[in-house]
């Protein structure tokens, strides 16, 4: 809220906070509360500029004093947060985020001499309890993976032992002078000799086990280590500033079943060294050396190093990033618009992954569009599912094959193309050379008639486009494509791709810088690509769509995309804000359903072909539901739920500022057009209009601002009411999404 009045009196304000620290949190010891609001002197939102508050002797109350101006209508939350103090020649000192509250609305006071601030519940208030994390601001995260039976030994009595493996982060600064390339001396025992431990605000790796129905949160790791079983999935993590010159030094220890109480003999070591994640994410296998410092065998890492987003700070006003709003209806979501184009062995009204796709949609009654995005050759974000396409070019036939001018089909990935290319390409389909394009003249018609332009209509919209020519009360659901490897070894793309933190911050920027207020809500079917998306940024949420056992496609090779039971565990693990899930799964398996909302997942599906799936799924308690051909299941009975929540809102604004008018919609139209600029509405009539015509008012005036607010003049009193969807487009009031 803007305070516009201009205050000279500073008053105290007293801020208090309990339960934001407890010594059982990880680095707990490291962490302190501070306060962050609208004020300068709460750093306007800035995490960098917050104020740090005192913590009141052992307790876990913290408080501090601020002067403000006295009368200011004062926003605030607060923040959990470790100072990184700079340790090295060059560092710089920076807040560190690991939790804030995230209450769509924030706390509010208005200053005066005699405000009672008292001490407030961290995150709780509102009667609800919403706590979000931090995101990377200026330092890296390292994901260390073990899955697939990482540990190869290469002696038989070896490779029937159980491991333990415990994993530390090494700084190379401070290799002594007589170690050897990986700081390991020739008589060292345990593999420690001549490292050092990474200084600064993230001594810890932190370890959870997506295979464990009780351990797939994020902790510290034991002192010895955790046990690696058959077909485990164990995730490291750890932060820095300097990767560079971070590496890791992973310790086994044999495994003792019968007196696990007993320190487990030390069995080896191997290092991950900074040269083997450069190419910041893939697998590497890492030699294991021996307590006699020989090689005993080897580990299979699946490394991922997430870079922060250059130049995004991530306010703290506002955070959609786990926030959902669960509406009277469950929403429908228009899958690449108006769906598939050959889907149901019938050609779509219009192209899939328009523009005239995705508004058709919306006009049907989408409340958000599901569209895919990959990157161009000249790495634009553009919205096209597949990874290739086929390139048609004419030869001459040889005398076996008639001498004739044949076509020959070339596959060319879509990466390999600029965007002015992509949207030069005459889309023909793969398998009976149909044209795709709709007939010219069909496509005069139907810009006349729904005032599109021929481009709307067009393949490869880049997502600047879709952004700012799709309905804007028309919620993204977007897809993020990365190509994935299926089982049996066989890859989406086989060729080599953009480095993954290129490619998601391509994307973020493009969707930061053009997005305005409309609801987006990320997803993948990339577990890595969810991560990252959601560790970029603090603003929109993040979902992971899930392949299922069940599908007619081949199964993805990564399990975190395969099995629904570990893509729940994953999404509660990184904090996601649910899973779009495979519908046929859900048919099989509807257990899976009970099992997602008892962690508080929002629920999507996706593969749903018939009407009446729809209905059941909707009856399951799903959240939305993806499907084709929104036109036939909606018929034009049901419209956009957030177009219908603003009309809701527009009535009562009118009906508070007591401008509504008795006029026919002639009368409307006529002075819509005719009497004010922009579409406005001007009425001259007097008196209370009556409660029939008020969804005429409401329609015409949405519908005619493309501006995205009302004037209506009546009685000498110009009122402007807001049509467009306020606090940054995720939701379609200040509270809800």
Same mark, same amino acid.
């Given at each position: ?19 934001a ?17 609208? !004020? ?23 408080k ?7 009368g200011?209508l ?9 100072v ?7 560092d ?17 006071l ?96 932190e ?15 034991? /002192? ?44 080896g ?52 990033n ?9 929403l ?9 184009y ?31 995005? /990959? ?68 496509v ?11 481009d ?76 990252m998306? /959601? ?24 399990p ?13 693990c ?31 599906a ?36 957030f ?28 002075s ?5 600029p922009?579409? !406005? ?57």
């Open positions: 809220m803007e305070n516009t009045q201009i205050y000279n009196k500073r008053v105290p304000v007293c801020f208090q906070v309990a339960g620290t407890s010594n059982t949190e990880i680095g707990s010891t490291a962490e302190s509360v501070f306060v962050v609001g609208n !004020s300068e002197e709460l750093g306007l939102w800035s995490p960098k500029q917050a104020v740090l508050l005192t913590r009141q002797g052992e307790s876990d109350v913290w501090g004093v601020v002067d403000i101006a006295e200011f004062l926003e605030f939350r607060y923040v959990v947060a470790m990184a103090e700079p340790v090295y020649e060059g710089k000192r920076g807040i560190v985020v690991s939790k804030w509250e995230t209450n769509i609305k924030p706390r509010q208005v200053v005066s001499a005699d405000c009672n601030n008292e001490t407030a519940i961290f995150g709780n208030y509102g009667n609800l309890e919403r706590v979000g994390s931090g995101w990377l601001q200026g330092y890296s995260e390292v994901r260390l993976t073990l899955k697939n039976n990482s540990i190869h030994m290469w002696k038989s009595r070896d490779q029937k032992r159980r491991y333990q493996i415990k994993i530390t982060p090494v700084d190379l600064r401070h290799r002594e002078s007589t170690t050897s390339m990986i700081g390991v001396d020739d008589d060292d025992t345990d593999g420690s000799a001549g490292v050092q431990p990474m200084k600064g605000p993230f001594p810890d790796v370890i959870c086990v997506l295979t464990s129905d009780g351990d797939f949160v994020f902790r510290k790791q034991s /002192q010895f280590g955790q046990l690696y079983n058959e077909n485990d999935i164990v995730v490291f993590r750890a932060k820095t500033y300097h990767g560079q010159f971070l590496a890791f030094q992973v310790d086994f220890f044999l495994h003792n079943q019968w007196e696990p109480e007993l320190f487990p003999q030390y069995a070591f191997a290092y991950i060294l900074p040269m083997n994640l450069k190419r910041m994410h893939g697998e590497k296998f890492i030699p294991i050396t021996g307590v006699k410092h020989t090689p005993i065998g080897q580990l299979e890492v699946e490394f991922l190093v997430v870079r922060p987003l250059e130049g995004f700070e991530g306010s703290m006003e506002v955070c959609y786990q926030h959902w709003k669960r509406r009277w209806r469950p429908d979501v228009g899958h690449r618009g108006m769906g598939s050959y889907n149901k062995q019938r050609i779509a009204v219009a192209r899939e992954n328009t523009v005239a796709s995705l508004n058709w949609a919306g006009k049907h009654g989408a409340d958000y569009v599901e569209f895919d995005v /990959q990157l161009s050759r000249d790495e634009i974000p553009v919205v096209y599912h597949d990874f290739t396409v086929f390139i048609t070019t004419k030869r001459r036939a040889t005398r076996a094959e008639g001498g004739k001018v044949m076509d020959e089909l070339y596959e060319i990935p879509v990466k390999d193309l600029t965007v002015r290319r992509l949207q030069l390409l005459k889309m023909k389909h793969v398998q009976d050379l149909q044209a795709l394009d709709v007939d010219d003249m069909e005069s018609g139907l810009v006349r008639q729904d005032s599109t332009t021929i709307d209509w067009q393949p490869f919209p880049t997502l600047q486009d879709v952004l700012h020519r799709v309905n804007p009360h028309v919620g993204f659901n977007v897809e993020v494509k990365y190509p994935m490897h299926y089982q049996g070894g066989k890859a989406e793309l086989d060729v080599e791709y953009f480095e993954k933190n290129d490619f998601v911050d391509r994307i973020l920027t493009c969707v930061f810088s053009h997005a305005g207020k409309r609801r987006i809500v990320f997803s993948s079917f990339d577990p890595d690509t969810c991560i998306l /959601q560790l970029k940024q603090n603003k929109y949420p993040v979902m992971l769509l899930t392949q299922g056992y069940f599908g007619d496609k081949p199964g993805y090779l990564e975190r995309a395969r099995s629904p039971e570990i893509c729940i565990r994953l999404a509660k990184e904090k996601l804000l649910g899973l779009c899930m495979y519908a046929k799964d859900i048919k099989i398996s509807p257990e899976l359903v009970g099992m997602a909302r008892s962690h508080k997942l929002v629920l999507f996706w593969g749903v072909e018939e009407n009446i799936e729809i209905l059941n799924l909707k009856q399951m308690g799903f959240d939305a539901v993806i499907f084709d051909r929104i036109n036939e299941y909606n018929d034009g009975a049901q419209q956009n739920i177009l219908s929540e603003e009309r809701d809102k527009m009535h009562g604004k009118l009906q508070e500022h007591g401008v509504l008018r008795q006029v026919s919609v002639a009368s409307l139209k006529n819509a057009n005719n009497s004010l922009g579409g !406005s509405i001007d009425s001259q009539e007097h008196g209370m209009a009556h409660q029939s015509n008020l969804a005429n008012v409401t329609d015409e005036a949405v519908g005619n601002l493309p501006e995205g607010r009302t004037d209506v003049q009546g009685q000498g009193m110009l009122h402007q009411v807001p049509v467009a969807s306020q606090a940054n487009g995720l939701l379609g009031d200040s509270t809800t999404q």
